[in-house]
């Protein structure tokens, strides 16, 4: 009676079960694992900056009030900068809870639910900050004078 072999691998080669295959998953994963990286260091960046803008200039954490935030969003660049960081850390963090989903939920169907609860909050999320950071009006057309902050002119 013969043993059956166990055949060692050359050296230098590759299980085939291990090669590349051209499949899109592996490029999404990868396209995720990067933007993971990048958008952490432009949080850093635009988190940081935020930061020092808003507390350590000026009168720090005293002045941030609804006439600050009026303000500050009166300026296209503090609106486009503010839109960036939702969105960035939106999506940063969504990206971050769907891989904890996919290493942690053992059924497809509870992957799949869980997955449809997080990108509807997401969208949920950016679409109404997006909508409150471009809209938003501190002098509305049709206020009275006592419901006016002190900063908008008498109508």
Known sequence: MSTPSLEAPRAGRISPKYTRNGSGKGNFEMIAWLFMRISGALLVVLIFTHLFMNLM???????????????????????????????????????????????????????MWLK????????????????????????????TLDQLPSFCPAP
């Open 57 to 111: 200039l000026g009168d720090g954490i005293h002045a941030i009030d609804f006439g600050f935030v009026a303000g500050k969003w009166a300026s296209p660049l503090w609106q486009v900068w503010d839109l960036v960081m939702l969105w960035l850390a939106m999506l940063h963090g969504t990206n971050g809870v769907r891989t904890i989903i996919n290493d942690y939920a053992d059924k497809n169907s509870t992957r």
């Open 116 to 143: 449809t609860v997080l990108y509807s909050a997401t969208v949920v999320i950016i679409v109404l900050g997006t909508l409150v950071i471009f809209t938003f009006d501190p002098c509305p057309a049709n206020a």
